[in-house]
Nanobody
Framework: QVQLVESGGGWVQPGGSLRLSCAASGFALDDAAIGWFRQAPGKEREAVSCVGSRDGGDKIYYHDSVRGRFTISRDNVNNTVYLQMTSLKPEDTGVYYC????????????????????????WGQGTVVTVSS
């Protein structure tokens, strides 16, 4: 069964850190672009970060708002992707969704993530991140 299962969300004060995990089953993570979207209340789902497939050289994408604060990494042995989030801000609050793009035409360079959430079909259930004092 192909699925993604997230964990690691929670509440943290501004300036704090959290690490999200996404465990994949049913396919090899390095054969996909894998990463995270988030959705704040009342807003559209937006791409946060992605690591492209192995055949594309593991290209990494970050949204401008998180570059320098978030780090994505992929553990091919455990088939898990992580998002280390530091210097968290209240505007980082939202539901974080893990997603994967296995299409050969877009998985190499995270192109599907750039196109937007409607392009992607495989999603986890989401994990809530709340940043507030």
């Amino acid at each position: 069964q192909v699925q993604l299962v997230e964990s690691g969300g929670g509440w943290v004060q501004p300036g704090g850190s959290l690490r999200l995990s996404c465990a994949a089953s049913g396919f090899a993570l390095d054969d996909a672009a894998i990463g995270w979207f988030r959705q704040a209340p009342g807003k559209e789902r937006e791409a946060v970060s992605c690591v492209g497939s192995r055949d594309g050289g593991d290209k990494i994408y970050y949204h401008d708002s998180v570059r320098g604060r978030f780090t994505i990494s992929r553990d091919n042995v455990n088939n898990t992707v992580y998002l280390q989030m530091t210097s968290l801000k209240p505007e980082d609050t939202g539901v974080y969704y893990c997603t994967a793009d296995r299409l050969p035409r877009s998985r190499e360079y995270c192109s599907g993530f750039v196109l937007g959430y409607k392009y992607l079909e495989l999603w986890g259930q989401g994990t809530v991140v709340t940043v507030s004092s």
